[in-house]
T-cell receptor, first 114, second 116 residues
Framework: AQKVTQAQTEISVVEKEDVTLDCVYE???????LFWYKQPPSGELVFLIR??????QNEISGRYSWNFQKSTSSFNFTITASQVVDSAVYFC???????????FGTGTKLQVIP | GAVVSQHPSWVICKSGTSVKIECRSL??????MFWYRQFPKQSLMLMAT?????????EQGVEKDKFLINHASLTLSTLTVTSAHPEDSSFYIC????????????FGPGTRLTVT
């Protein structure tokens, strides 16, 4: 069975601070995909990143960066110099290769205070 | 690219009536679409998998006769909540998987259903 744990329920930071959202996953599959989605107050989920299990390279996209470590089954997400527009609920998700159903974590609500 | 729309964005209906929610992939074909339900401050709960041209696959505990899903074409799936009750009030989100893509799901903006 697959499981995604986002232990941080809510995080508050002051604007311009860096913040890391944790994601720990469990799977017996050797090939799988990990995702991060953002859900702003409007409700629409926005796809942020996909990472396959064979690619452990960290990725940076502007102020966003992701740290994938298979040894600890973690896929953490860091926002550098946070902005108010980053306030949202962030979901980490997992699916196995060739299987489209996705397991979502419970989400982390990030509040960036101006 | 990869835009998914939902209609309506919000709906209020009376108890006992039925409501249809449409999910469309606007600029790509989707052989598979998913329907989720999200309660306030909770994660997404998968309700069913909708496959074009075949019957939907429902998750355990989801009443198939209450939540009717039809995937009539490669760009349209509909969810009909039949004989709605106040406990069906929720945020319903659909997603579509890009045919031939790498498994990321593209989500619609969601439909907020309130049953009075």
């Amino acid at each position: 069975a697959q499981k995604v744990t986002q232990a941080q329920t809510e995080i508050s930071v002051v604007e311009k601070e860096d913040v890391t959202l944790d994601c720990v996953y469990e799977t017996r599959d050797t090939t799988y995909y990990l995702f991060w989605y953002k859900q702003p107050p409007s409700g629409e989920l926005v796809f942020l990143i996909r990472r396959n299990s064979f690619d452990e390279q960290n990725e940076i996209s502007g102020r966003y960066s992701w740290n994938f470590q298979k040894s600890t089954s973690s896929f953490n997400f860091t926002i550098t110099a946070s902005q108010v527009v980053d306030s949202a609920v962030y979901f980490c998700a997992l699916t196995k290769r060739g299987y489209q159903k996705v397991t979502f974590g419970t989400g982390t609500k990030l509040q960036v205070i101006p | 690219g990869a835009v998914v729309s939902q209609h309506p964005s919000w709906v209020i209906c009376k108890s006992g009536t039925s409501v249809k929610i449409e999910c469309r992939s606007l600029d790509f074909q989707a052989t598979t679409m998913f329907w989720y339900r999200q309660f306030p401050k909770q994660s997404l709960m998968l309700m069913a998998t909708s496959n074009e041209g075949s019957k939907a696959t429902y998750e355990q505990g989801v009443e198939k006769d209450k939540f009717l899903i039809n995937h009539a074409s490669l760009t349209l799936s509909t969810l009909t909540v039949t004989s709605a009750h106040p406990e069906d009030s929720s945020f319903y989100i659909c997603s579509a998987v890009l045919a031939g893509g790498a498994y990321e799901q593209y989500f619609g903006p969601g439909t907020r259903l309130t049953v009075t």
